[in-house]
């Protein structure tokens, strides 16, 4: 603290005042901006219950869906029937005003089994589906119904909407008279109406934040197979490790598996090999390149490190997919010299192995684990390489003793970096694997939020693996005995 | 700061034992042509303070790699203690090396340093621990064993690399200049420590160093090279008074250089005339009449008066040196200098053309050669 008072005073003396103030105001600023209140915004969103799951999201649903209904309704007339593109069954036209897809998203209510059970506005099994006498199937006019399944824990068992608030137990008569039905359709909406108004009230006032979302994180989820898929899928070696680790388990016969926690379990396995690998693959080299070539060739030797990454991130991926792709590089070249043919069908389907994952990550972000190895292995004195030799140290002990701990701080950031933007990469796995194999986390957190629009579940997802990735980078930074003193030196 | 003299290292003094060195015809050339040393004969004594003296790029550095294993000669052999050193690298050399910067490990303390060597050979940390100690004493640090060497002072630090140096025990220790970047004072006291560290040990000094001063004051015998060349090894007396070369007469002392002629020579005496006048002087190499060669009289030869050596000056300068004070005197368009003892009023009021002379005994001929530069030239170089 006196130190960092210290250099204030200093930059004053060289900066002036009011260089000094704008200075710390912009870090300040940015601080907040950019650090601060997104973590904020995010611990509060996955803190915050999916709004659709509310029970006034579920009562504005039931408004909107009678409101459509009727709409169709009033337009509808018998003798269009047979030409209306309605009556193939179902129906194309969208409500209005729903936030959510019209069709029921599989929202995993927390410690969801059976698949069946949770999920959004089902109709209730009571309501008949399908097209009966005078006019066809419409979705919205079954939907419109108080007899609506509130989303609940398991244990809270099936609760209803009209036995909750007390409402009629209504529903459109698809046998009555049009004008009946509409008629039944005002009131069920009235009723939504007013219950919606009701309960935004109620729920504005509610203590708003639970742990919903990052039970849905850890849920696990039955995974239904047969009796001898399961012993096979028992068998495999990366199922045994999540079994010992209670990321799988088998109950009553049924296997289920924490999903979610899988895949970044496998997310942050993979980044710290390919780091562990990156580091393996750079320390030689920024050896040769810091220690032991002349100026001239350590240069070439740098260049050679550097031109491919003066090349766009993206690039770097495409080029290794048209190596990797069925008719790809790799498969043409071993097609041609008569290991396989693709016209047979043969072709190694390189996508489709986390190896090559693997791999292209380590290659995207090796650069990262080798810029701050070779500044800080280039600082050390030669003279004491020299030192520890002639003193009777062998090779291994000149590096144990000697180059590994002048350069830790180097290591140290190297595998930070690399870490980091292996553990968060997203255009690698995306691009490379194209849905073919198990996803990265970060993928998995860019399908909550942008695909399955639940975005307060997506950011639990996001929060859990910053404090996850946190807490690997301070453990790492303890092991190494790395201070954050040390790093300013590299 | 506790004279080393005084330190108790009995147990790790009594294990060491000095080796001789041996150079034969060793030569080193670097993969781009550069002949850094021309094949070379040394035989360096079991025991012996020997230092290797000349300016720097005179390829003593080289010689020093190559008796340490860092470098391979070129041709010829380097033995030491009449083993045959090819293809053994420095690891397993019975040689330690003392760089010019030291080479401290910066993040080990003080003991570590010291046992790194001891535990490179595997030995237990307690026993390393023991040893540091006492080498540690041998050195007088002893109480500084937990330190980092940033926070030992610059004399201490070296003491550090003499302890890390002699606690693998070797029968030989290399030395490349270590006390150059100490200050003067230290410097001095230093030599007399090294000189003493190594009376006690008995191992054999070999010690690079530009600074004839210190090669004078420590060493048993001294090698003056030049150009990759040894122009003369022998005792320090033996060369500050009969140097072999020119070189060797203008590099190792202050010296008077004036070229001339030889007109006659007569045994061990002979007559040169000079620019400034025709003089006799000993002539210990036989140059023979007729022959360029150069005269050589140390500022110290030189004094005042009328004599056999006459020579007609002008005083210009006189720089108080302390113990001496040092004239300078210019005579046909070169200038000269003597050195006075100080007596209080020594070479003062002296404006005005004076006469300069010296023994006959005290000023030397030898062939013409290549002089080493003076200050002057190293600064405009």
């Known amino acids: ?490 | 700061m506790t004279d080393a003299t005084h330190a108790t290292g009995g147990v790790a003094v009594g294990q060491m034992r000095g080796r001789e060195v041996r150079l034969e015809q060793a030569s080193v050339t670097y993969p781009n042509g550069f002949t850094a040393v021309h094949p070379t004969d040394l035989r360096i004594e079991a025991g012996e303070f020997f230092s290797i003296l000349g300016p720097s790029g005179c390829g003593k550095t080289t010689i020093l790699r190559t008796v340490s294993g860092f470098q391979e000669p070129s041709t010829g052999r380097i033995l030491i203690g009449g083993e045959d050193m090819a293809g053994i690298g420095p690891n397993g050399r019975p040689t330690a090396l003392i760089f010019q910067n030291l080479a401290l490990f910066p993040l080990m303390t003080v003991w570590e340093n010291v046992a790194f060597g001891l535990e490179a050979r595997g030995m237990r940390k307690a026993e390393r621990r023991r040893r540091a100690e006492e080498l540690l004493a041998l050195v007088a640090l002893t109480g500084q064993e937990d330190k980092k060497p940033t926070e030992l002072s610059g004399g201490q630090r070296q003491r550090v690399a003499v302890a890390r140096g002699l606690a693998v025990e070797p029968a030989v220790l290399l030395l490349d200049e270590p006390l150059s970047a100490l200050d003067l004072k230290l410097r001095q006291h230093m030599r007399a420590e090294l000189r003493s560290i190594q009376k006690k040990t008995g191992v054999t000094f070999i010690y690079i160093t530009h600074d004839q001063g210190e090669a004078l004051t420590m060493s048993d015998r001294i090698a003056v090279m030049n150009h990759g060349r040894v122009e003369q090894v022998g005792p320090g007396d033996e060369i500050y008074a009969t140097p072999a070369s020119a070189f060797v007469a203008s590099f190792v002392g202050e010296t008077n250089a004036i070229p001339g002629r030889l007109k006659a020579a007569d045994g061990k005496r002979a007559w040169i005339e000079t620019p400034l006048g025709a003089f006799t002087a000993r002539n210990p190499h036989g140059v023979g009449e007729g022959r360029e060669a150069m005269l050589f009289i140390r500022p110290e030869a030189m004094r005042f008066g009328d004599g056999e050596n006459r020579i007609d000056a002008r005083v210009t300068r006189r720089d108080l040196e302390g113990a001496f004070v040092n004239i300078f005197a210019e005579a046909g368009g070169r200038e000269l200098s003597l050195h006075l003892t100080n007596t209080g009023d020594a070479g003062r009021n002296l404006d005005g053309p004076q006469s300069l002379t010296f023994d006959t005994g005290d000023a030397l001929i030898l062939p013409k050669g290549e002089l080493a530069r003076t200050g002057k030239e190293l600064v405009e170089a």
Request: aromatic share 10%.
């Open chain 1, 1 to 490: 603290m006196t130190a960092l008072i210290g250099n204030i005073g200093q930059m004053q003396r060289s900066f002036g005042s009011a260089l000094v103030s704008v200075f710390f105001l912009a870090v300040a600023g940015w601080a907040a901006l950019l650090i601060v209140f997104p973590q904020l915004v995010m611990l509060d969103s996955s803190l915050t219950r999916p709004a659709r799951q509310l029970d006034s999201a579920i009562a504005a649903q039931l408004a909107a869906d009678a409101a459509t209904c009727i709409t169709i309704l009033e337009q509808y007339q018998p003798s269009d029937a047979p030409a209306s593109p309605a009556s193939s069954g179902g129906l194309a036209i969208p409500s209005p005003s729903t936030t959510a897809p019209s069709a029921g998203l599989a929202i995993p209510s927390p410690s969801t089994t059976a698949p069946s059970s949770g999920g959004l506005a089902i109709p209730s099994p009571g309501s008949t589906a399908g097209s009966v006498g005078g006019r066809p199937y419409i979705l919205q006019c079954d939907r419109t119904s108080t007899e609506l399944q509130l989303v609940r824990d398991e244990a809270a068992g099936r609760v209803l909407l009209d036995v909750l608030y007390d409402l009629p137990k209504l529903g459109v008569d698809e046998t009555a008279p049009i004008d009946d039905q509409i008629a039944q359709a005002r009131e069920i909406g009235a009723l939504a109406e007013e219950l919606v108004v009701t309960l935004r009230a109620q729920e504005a006032t509610a203590f708003r934040w639970s742990l919903t979302n990052y039970e849905v994180l850890t849920a696990a989820r039955a995974i239904p197979m047969e009796p001898a898929t399961l012993a096979a899928d028992s068998a495999s070696l990366e199922n045994k490790l999540y079994s010992i680790v209670g990321l799988r388990y088998v109950e009553d016969g049924v296997v289920h598996k924490r999903l979610a926690l899988i895949t970044l379990a496998r997310t942050i396995v993979f980044a710290i090999m390919a780091t562990a690998l990156a580091l393996i693959i750079c320390y030689p080299i920024a050896y040769n390149l810091a220690l032991k070539s002349t100026k001239e060739k350590a240069v070439w030797l740098f260049l050679g490190l550097v031109i491919p990454y003066a090349i766009v991130e993206l690039m770097r991926v495409y080029a290794w997919v048209s190596i990797i792709e069925t008719n790809g590089l790799f498969n043409a070249v071993l097609d041609w010299i008569g290991v396989l043919s693709i016209a047979e069908g043969e072709a190694i389907p390189f996508k489709r192995y986390p190896l090559t994952v693997f791999l292209v990550i380590v290659y995207t972000y090796i650069l990262f684990m080798a810029f701050p190895i070779v500044n800080v292995m280039s600082t050390l004195d030669r003279n004491q390489i020299e030192a520890a030799r002639d003193l009777g140290a062998s090779t291994w002990q000149v590096h144990w003793r000697v180059v590994i701990p002048h350069t830790k701080p180097g290591i140290a950031v190297g595998c930070i970096s690399t870490f980091m933007l292996a553990a968060g990469a997203f255009s690698v796995p995306r691009i490379i694997s194209r849905g073919l194999q198990g996803e990265w986390f970060s993928q998995t957190i860019y399908n909550k939020y942008f695909e399955s629009g639940n975005s307060e579940v997506g950011a639990a997802y996001a929060f859990a693996f910053i404090l996850l990735c946190f807490v690997i980078v301070a453990i790492f930074m303890r092991v190494m005995n790395a201070r954050l003193k040390d790093f300013v030196r590299a």
